[in-house]
């Protein structure tokens, strides 16, 4: 084990298991295995992705009242979900296989940033580490392009998170559009993707930085390789798997139609585009997303709720 010293202030909350209906569970031993059923349905030989025959199935998986109305994304790891508030003010916090409500975790809010993707890497602080890095991305400007690298600990009940590095992207400008980016990992493949809308939807290629640098500043130069689809209307949060980038995309209260846009990194063109408003689910904002067992989850802002989604044919 390296001993390196953490400038950087620790946040600790003993959380009591609370009779609070939460969250959806999401296993480590699942995470990132075989492929399951939802990902061997996407890339079924049989399944014309320009006839759009890719269907949604998607229910209510469980109550969420966390004290915020404000909750953007999230991701899960271990059998727990963590999920961000707005401004990284707080990260609330279930135990996925007991379905229990845990508690918050204060940490130093930044007006600055808006927690719009939470994405945990395959990179341990340390090799005895429970939880892998987390990478929390998305700002309230189109120009503040930074991302916060968490390091978790737990303890019985007791997380602590630390703040162990601060990613800047690329400055956004007219040559790479990199504007209101969000970060999500490449776990397969060892890399960090960039998501953006900005010259329509923007998708950049980067190694994973090193991990000891406690601020990173990236430039076009790190680019490993970039392409762009047509525009998102308002990115939500992204997940990555199988060489296939999933993103929820709109917010219903500023008139979007909700979508799940699937893109191929692979031969970098989209893959589908799925119209969710369209099968009843046209008011609610879907902020994360987030693979579990042979389904999406994926968590609202304004608790609204917490909501399974699945795969179908036509």
């Known amino acids: ?22 969250f959806a569970s999401c296993d480590d031993d699942n995470y990132y295995e075989e492929l399951q059923d939802v990902t061997k349905t996407i890339n079924d ?34 059998g727990y979900f963590f999920q961000f508030e ?26 600055k940033n808006h927690c719009n ?16 890095l987390l990478y929390v991305s998305g700002s309230q400007s189109g120009t503040y392009n930074n991302v916060q690298v968490y390091r978790i600990q737990r303890s019985n009940n007791t997380f602590t998170f630390t703040k162990v590095q601060e990613i800047t992207l690329p400055k956004c400008s007219s040559e790479n ?9 490449d776990n397969e493949n060892g890399f960090m993707y960039v998501y953006a809308n900005s010259g329509g939807a923007q998708v950049a ?12 500043i990236l430039t076009d130069e790190d680019i490993l390789e970039q392409f762009s689809v047509p525009s998102f209307t308002h990115q939500q949060g992204a997940v990555i798997r199988n060489g296939l980038l999933y993103v929820m ?24 585009k799925i119209n969710i408003s369209a099968i009843g689910f046209g008011n609610i904002e879907f902020e994360s997303i987030s693979f579990y067992e042979d389904c999406f989850i994926t968590a609202s802002n304004s608790n609204r709720g917490v909501f399974s989604i699945h795969f179908l044919k036509k």
């Open 86 to 111: 707005n401004h990284n003010k707080r990260v609330f916090i279930s135990n996925l296989k007991t379905k229990e409500f845990l508690g918050a975790v204060e940490l130093t809010a930044n007006s």
């Open 177 to 185: 559009n990199l504007y209101w980016t969000g970060a999500v990992m």
């Open 45 to 78: 030989s049989s399944i014309d992705s320009e006839d759009n025959n890719l269907v949604l199935r998607i229910e209510k998986y469980m109550p969420q009242d966390w004290g915020s109305s404000n909750l953007q994304a999230g991701d899960c790891y271990g």
């Open 205 to 216: 290629k980067f190694d994973i930085p090193d991990i000891l640098q406690e601020n990173v």
């Open 117 to 132: 993707n939470v994405s945990f890497s395959h990179v341990f602080y340390e090799t005895n580490d429970e939880f892998p």
């Open 249 to 272: 995309d709109g917010v219903p209260q500023w008139g979007d139609t909700n979508y799940m846009r699937i893109i191929d990194l692979v031969n970098k063109t989209d893959y589908d």
């Open 1 to 22: 084990m390296r001993i390196r010293k953490v400038s950087h202030l620790i946040f600790a909350v003993l959380l009591s298991c609370m009779a609070i209906s939460t």
